[in-house]
Structures are given as structure tokens and as C-alpha cells.
């Protein structure tokens, strides 16, 4: 069974830096992209960027570039999303989506992870 | 970036009724080449992630009901849903994924009337 499993609830300062986990299973980690998500309370959903577990090669929303570092680890396969100087309006849930690759239908994000809440408070 | 601007943002639907959503793109996603619109459609319910629906404008994803349609071609998209259940009652959002950044549309609340 095809699963993205992230990591749990963080609370963070303002300034602070994150990392949430999303662990791949049930099917073969280097053939499909991942992608990660964040949803504000309430509101709708934005992308951030996208990571090729094939050398970790990256591309970042331009609104992220510079906060945001995308990684992945072929040996637990699993991907990182790291997000530093945090700010209030960080607040929200952050999903990892598989979507796109080599053995992929289409590059829709046909799994997604259970999402991470990530609060920034002071 | 790629806008997608849905209609309505929210509408309620008697039982069994058919409910309509609107997606237009400020850009064609059609690849004519392949012939393929680079749109699918989320519905998420509360407290869950995105489920996918819909991919290339018109398949169905696995598993998916088939009073889930797609439809649409270039810049302008529809997502019916043909007799509405009580578990339909989530957001519904179009994606573009043609273009680099990913966008989504501001989604559309279906409740039921």
C-alpha cells in the first residue's frame, strides 16, 4: 500500500528554523517527485516546491527561494522540508504530495501525506 | 504565475442534485502535442489532505465514484458532480500542473441545501 508518513506538530519562534519528514513506502522511491504543500488556517493551498529523490535536485516557489531547502534520502526514502526564519503567517499545515516521475500516470499529486501543523509563536 | 479562479466559491446542493464547478486558467493548459489539458481536481473534506479526483482535465482517478466528471478543454474546466451524496460535502480545488510554480484555485465549498 502506497503511504506518505510525516512527522509531528512543531512549535517554533519567530526567526526559529523547521524540518518535517515525509517517509515513502509501498512503492519504488526514485520513480516519482514529491512535492510539498502548505495550507494556512483556513485558506487554500499553496505550492512550495517540488524535489527529484534522484539527487535531491530541487525547484522552489520564487516566494520560498532562499527560506526553503528540499532534500531527500534514497536510503530511508524519505524527503525533508526544511523552512528557516520563520514567521507568524508560516502557521499552517505543510503536506508532502507524490506527483510526477517516471512511473507516473500524470504529474497530479495522486498521494498525499497525512500533513505536518507547524505553529510559529511567540 | 499561473491564476486559476474557480465559480462559485461556495453553493449548496440538494441531495441528489447535480453540483457544477467552474475553473478558469489565465493561461491554456492544453499541450497539444499530446493533446492532454495539465489540470486535475482535489476535494478535501476537514481535518484531511487533498484526495485527487481527477487528473488531465477528464480521467478519473482510481477508485473514484463515477458521478465525479471532468470536463473542459485549454483555459476553461468543469468538475461535476452528477447526484450529490452527503459524503461530497468537502472543498474542491483545481490544479495546474503545466507550469512551474504549481498553482490552485482558491477552491469552492459544496454544502448541502
Known sequence: QVHLF????????????????????????????????????????????IVNP???TTTYAQRFQGRVTMTSDTSTTT??????????????????????GIAALSDAF????????????? | ??????????????????ATINCKSSQSLL????????LAWYQQKPGQPPKL?????????????DRFSGSGSGTDFTLTISSLQAEDVAVYYC??????????????KVEIK
Open chain 1, 6 to 49: 510525516q512527522s509531528g506538530a512543531e512549535v517554533k519562534k519567530p526567526g526559529a528554523s523547521v524540518k518535517v519528514s515525509c517517509k515513502a513506502s509501498g512503492y519504488t522511491f526514485t520513480t516519482y517527485y514529491l512535492h510539498w504543500v502548505r495550507q494556512a488556517p483556513g485558506q487554500g493551498l499553496e505550492w512550495m516546491g
Open chain 1, 54 to 56: 534522484v539527487g535531491s
Open chain 1, 79 to 100: 524527503v525533508y522540508m526544511e523552512l528557516s526564519s520563520l514567521r507568524f503567517e508560516d502557521t499552517a499545515v505543510y503536506y508532502c504530495a507524490r506527483g510526477g
Open chain 1, 110 to 122: 495522486d498521494i498525499w501525506g497525512q500533513g505536518t501543523v507547524v505553529t510559529v509563536s511567540s
Open chain 2, 1 to 18: 504565475d499561473i491564476v486559476l479562479t474557480q465559480s462559485p466559491d461556495s453553493l449548496a446542493v440538494s441531495l441528489g442534485e447535480r
Open chain 2, 31 to 38: 499541450y497539444s502535442s499530446k493533446n492532454k489539458n495539465y
Open chain 2, 53 to 65: 479526483l481527477i487528473y488531465w482535465a477528464s480521467t478519473r482517478e482510481s477508485g473514484v465514484p
Open chain 2, 95 to 108: 490544479q495546474q500542473y503545466y507550469y512551474t510554480p504549481r498553482t490552485f484555485g482558491q477552491g469552492t
